[in-house]
Nanobody, 118 residues
Framework: QVQLVESGGGLVQAGGSLRLSCAAS????????MRWYRQAPGKERELVAA?????STTGSAKGRFTISRDNAKNTVYLQINSLKPEDTAVYYC??????????????WGQGTLVTVSS
């Protein structure tokens, strides 16, 4: 079973920056695409960034977000710059995984809360 653990959330003032991390652990799996979603209070979960497993490619992300990945550490990062109060949300890591037996499983982390004060 693959587990994803996010970290790096917290309280930050508007205009600041944060770097979120998501580390995958477990044995007998391959991680394909990894993504960051966020869910603001009272809103639906939305995709903010995604990155494939090929280290020669860059990921895709909205505006002030940058996604990166360290395959050696099974870790994906989300850099958020010029934070705004509307960025306040729980940020979730998500990954497509394939077990050594060829079984596909989509995995979610527990989320990390980002609160931006004005």
């Amino acid at each position: 079973q693959v587990q994803l653990v996010e970290s790096g959330g917290g309280l930050v003032q508007a205009g600041g920056s944060l770097r979120l991390s998501c580390a995958a652990s477990g044995r007998g799996f391959t991680i394909n695409e990894m993504r960051w979603y966020r869910q603001a209070p009272g809103k639906e979960r939305e995709l903010v960034a995604a990155i494939g497993s090929d280290p020669s490619t860059t990921g895709s992300a909205k505006g002030r977000f940058t996604i990166s990945r360290d395959n050696a550490k099974n870790t994906v990062y989300l850099q958020i710059n010029s934070l705004k109060p509307e960025d306040t949300a729980v940020y979730y890591c998500n990954a497509d995984t394939i077990s050594d037996r060829g079984r596909y499983l989509e995995v979610w982390g527990q989320g990390t809360l980002v609160t931006v004060s004005s």
